[in-house]
């Protein structure tokens, strides 16, 4: 069972890159790495998956280097609006974890 | 399209009572969960089901049981409620039990006195 651990909480001013860091030392060699996000009183919502380097699509990046021991979520260009709670899955739906409180400040 | 749907939104019940919180897909995923969400301990993972007629034990399943009796539909009753089953709980569903996104319902914010 896959655990992670990322930071409590982090806060970002308006209009710059956040980078959110996910540690899993003991993933498996079949598991993927998936970064959901949450905004208050609404469920989980996807945002980027990945098995290993680097994947990019229209909301973020996600950083995996070849040992696959961490991952990196990173916003471009953060708004007030990606103020929320960041989750690091990895593998199986088990370990969702405590999340990565992130604050946009204006 | 729904995608999934819980009820009720919200519910506060007397301890002990029986209570079940109903969760919907239409998007006819294999595999469902059922997840609580407390503050400061994020989100756990209740019980889940891979296929319709199949389930299994998550990080917290004791006080709580569910069915998979088809593919739609996962319940979540709560037989004799206690206050620390206060909680919200999301249901969510993915076409795939090992990979693939997770879809979550909008919660169900319980409350037990």
């Known amino acids: 069972l896959a655990k992670t651990t990322q930071p409590i909480s982090m806060d970002s001013y308006e209009g710059q890159e956040v980078n959110i860091t996910c540690s899993h030392n003991?993933?498996?060699?079949?598991?993927?790495i998936t970064w959901y996000q949450q905004f208050p009183s609404q469920g989980p919502r996807f945002i980027i998956q990945?098995?290993?380097t680097k994947v990019t699509n229209e909301v973020a990046s996600l950083f995996i280097p070849a040992d696959r021991k961490s991952s990196t979520l990173s916003l471009p260009r953060v708004s007030l609006s990606d103020t929320a709670v960041y989750y690091c899955?990895?593998?199986?739906?088990?370990?969702f974890g405590k999340g990565n409180q992130v604050v946009v400040i204006p | 399209i729904a995608g999934i749907t819980q009820a009720p939104t919200s519910q506060i019940l007397a301890a002990g009572r029986r209570m079940t919180l109903r969760c919907t897909q239409d998007?006819?995923?294999?595999?469902m969960y059922w997840y609580r969400q407390d503050l400061g301990l994020g989100l756990r993972l209740i019980h889940y089901?891979?296929?319709?007629?199949?389930?299994g034990k998550g990080e917290v399943p004791d006080g709580y049981s569910v069915s998979r009796a088809n593919t739609d539909d996962f319940p979540l009753t709560l037989a004799s409620a206690v206050p620390s089953q206060t909680s919200v709980y999301f249901c969510?569903?993915?076409?795939?039990?090992?990979?693939?996104?997770?879809?979550f319902g909008e919660g169900s914010r319980l409350t037990v006195l």
């Open positions: 998007m006819r995923h294999n595999a």
């Open positions: 003991n993933i498996a060699t079949n598991d993927y």
């Open positions: 969510a569903s993915s076409d795939s039990s090992d990979t693939g996104e997770l879809f």
């Open positions: 899955l990895v593998g199986d739906r088990l370990a």
């Open positions: 990945g098995y290993k």
């Open positions: 089901s891979n296929t319709a007629g199949t389930t």
